[in-house]
């Protein structure tokens, strides 16, 4: 059985999206998984979700900083404006290869974001995440 019902990943990384697809499904975390190269495609899907199928909204998105169009930091001012029951029952985790745990960003989007890991997503970063985050 999964932990969970849906993930989405935003990565505009098509390579490290079947990655992250394949060990989140092999250690059957979440039961769906949804990938996303743009953000901005990303934030619409989520848009719609809350209008139409707030059921379907994902519980954990795992989000890459240094993307094209919109970056993660605007992804995440923007996902801070769906409905707060939705976002508060979504973990936002930052996955990236420049993240520095000590000091992420200079602003106040951290308070949407769970937790932030480096690349290369792993089975580890799934523990963690089980082990810390997981409501039971």
């Not at 990384?13 to 990938?35: G, M, P, Q, W």
């Not at 996303?36 to 900083?65: G, N």
């Not at 993660?72 to 990236?96: D, R, T």
Request: proline share 7%; aromatic share 12%; hydrophobic share 40%.
């Amino acid at each position: 059985m999964s932990r969970y019902q849906k993930v989405f990943l935003i990565d505009d990384d098509e390579l490290h999206n079947f990655l992250c697809e394949s060990i989140i499904r092999s250690y059957k975390f979440s039961a769906s998984v949804t990938s996303f190269l743009w953000a901005e495609e990303a934030l619409q899907t989520l848009a719609s979700l809350s209008q139409e199928d707030p059921a379907s909204f994902p519980e954990i998105i795992f989000l890459d900083i240094h993307i094209p169009g919109m970056n993660g930091w605007e992804f995440i001012e923007e996902f801070k404006k769906l409905p707060g029951g939705l976002i508060q029952n979504c973990q936002l985790f930052v996955l990236s290869s420049a993240i520095d745990k000590q000091n992420p960003s200079p602003s106040p989007q951290q308070s949407v974001v769970t937790d932030y890991f480096s690349k290369p997503f792993s089975p580890d970063i799934l523990n963690i995440i089980s082990d810390m985050y997981l409501v039971r």
